[in-house]
């Protein structure tokens, strides 16, 4: 089974350009959360989403934006990019709404911005 | 109060040796602490997770110990192996409004040498 896909892998944007991330979670998982890691550090939780719909938020600026297709794929915005949004923007998919369920995460997309 | 604070930063082990990671929360919302093992260039894999319920969980090598009154926990790797060689963060969850987030360790790079 195919695990959890994000697109692109590697990007590069230049300060104040806008950019989407894209992610499919593992087929039959509807709860889909989105990560950002910066170098030397553990991941950042920034939304997560579940039927569609947001249920949680971490503590980033509106500039970051999320949602989440019928099929359940998601998508990461983030406007007005600055350097500091420099990291690997991490997906990760869960069968459903159940707490504590594991966490199964993509490899990333690395972003810089320049 | 969110925080989960993780150690050491970087950890050195020969071959066969017992490496051991040890992470310290002070917020007695968190009800979940798993344990995530990742490589350069990938996302981050499950690797163990116990609740608080419990002191001490193993599965083959890896072992959590959990001490819910002094707010801790630590993995033990038994027999390390050079393909542990890896950056190893701790994590805790929990349930904010509709969501839950895993709050993460900054993380601990072992290196097990041969």
């Known amino acids: 089974d195919a695990g959890v896909t994000q697109s692109p892998t590697h990007l590069i944007k230049t300060r104040g350009q806008q950019v989407t991330l894209r992610c499919s979670p593992i087929?039959?998982?509807?709860?889909v959360s989105w990560y950002q890691q910066v170098l030397g550090q553990g991941p950042q939780f920034i939304f997560q989403?579940?039927?569609?719909?947001?249920?949680g938020r971490g503590n980033f600026p509106d500039r970051f934006s999320a949602r989440q297709f019928p099929n359940y794929s998601s998508e990461l915005n983030v406007n007005a990019l600055l350097l500091g949004d420099s990291a690997l923007y991490l997906c990760?998919?869960?069968?459903?709404?159940?707490?504590?369920?594991?966490?199964?995460f993509g490899n990333g997309t690395r972003l810089t911005v320049t | 109060q969110q925080q989960v604070k993780q150690s050491p930063q970087s950890l050195i082990v020969q071959k066969g040796g017992i490496s051991i990671i040890n992470c310290a929360y002070e917020?007695?919302?968190?009800?979940?602490f798993p344990w995530y093992q990742q490589f350069p260039g990938k996302g981050p894999a499950l690797l163990i997770a116990?609740?608080?319920?419990?002191s001490e969980k193993k599965e083959g090598r890896f072992t959590i110990s959990f001490n819910k009154s002094a707010k801790q926990f630590s993995l033990h790797i038994m027999d390390s192996q050079p393909g542990d060689s890896a950056t190893y963060f701790c994590?805790?969850?929990?349930?904010?409004?509709?969501?839950?987030?895993?709050?993460f360790g900054k993380g601990t790079k072992l290196t097990v040498n041969p």
């Open positions: 990760a998919s869960s069968p459903k709404r159940v707490y504590n369920s594991p966490l199964h």
């Open positions: 087929s039959g998982h509807k709860s």
């Open positions: 989403y579940y039927e569609k719909e947001e249920r």
């Open positions: 917020n007695t919302a968190f009800d979940y």
């Open positions: 116990i609740r608080p319920d419990v």
């Open positions: 994590a805790a969850s929990m349930r904010e409004g509709g969501s839950e987030k895993l709050v």
